[in-house]
């Protein structure tokens, strides 16, 4: 079970993203959980995917086996303008930041999970696989007891988590608009985009 609000939803669907279709055969979300989370997950090795030097357009890799989410890397505009600099910084910082919300918040909920079957096959002097070799499970209802628990005991994390999310998505619209508005105002007056990137501000 993951604990995910709805509000992914939202932040998706702001982005007029082209999505293309990588590695096809490796898209599924992996199960497994890493005995801890790491302790700092570079972009570039959990993408495990580039786009090409030709790309014009946003790249959705396959859903990471740590947070569930798909990584995410923004095409940079040849004269990208410092305003839509700002905007892909953000948006990127975000996939950033979301992912690693979500890494150690799985691995939490999967790691507290197991202590609990755990404890309560304990209780009943079961041990945690059967005669056939194969793992005990608990009844619906007392997995809803866990389930209930973790929520309530992460209930200001969740909130703090949601305050923030919304923030970002608020700052990321406006600029969007900004973005949207001074394009529509370039072509309508004939201004250039610029000289090109700055060197060494491109990232």
């Given amino acids: 079970m993951n604990v995910k609000t709805g509000s992914n939803l939202i932040f998706r669907s702001l982005r007029h993203t082209h999505v293309s279709l990588l590695l096809r055969s490796s898209c599924r979300v992996h199960q497994q959980r890493p005995s801890q989370p790491p302790k700092h997950a570079k972009r570039a090795e959990r993408t495990g995917f580039s786009p090409a030097a030709t790309s014009q357009y946003d790249w959705i890799g396959p859903p990471d086996s ?86 309530d005991k992460n209930i200001t994390r969740h909130s703090s988590y949601n305050r923030e999310w919304y923030r970002r998505n608020f700052t990321i619209t406006l600029l969007m608009a900004k973005v949207a508005l001074r394009n529509t105002w370039r072509t309508l007056t004939g201004q250039t985009r610029g000289t090109g990137r700055e060197k060494g501000k491109t990232t």
């Fill in 66 to 151: 740590l947070s569930n989410l798909r990584p995410i890397i923004y095409h940079i505009p040849e004269n990208e303008t410092p305003l839509e600099r700002k905007l892909r910084r953000l948006r990127q910082e975000t996939e950033d930041w979301n992912h690693e919300f979500w890494t150690n918040q799985n691995f939490t909920f999967s790691k507290e999970k197991e202590e609990y079957v755990r404890s309560q096959l304990s209780a009943k002097g079961l041990s945690e696989r059967d005669d056939d070799g194969r793992k005990r499970t608990l009844s619906s209802e007392e997995m809803a007891v866990f389930y209930k628990h973790f929520l």
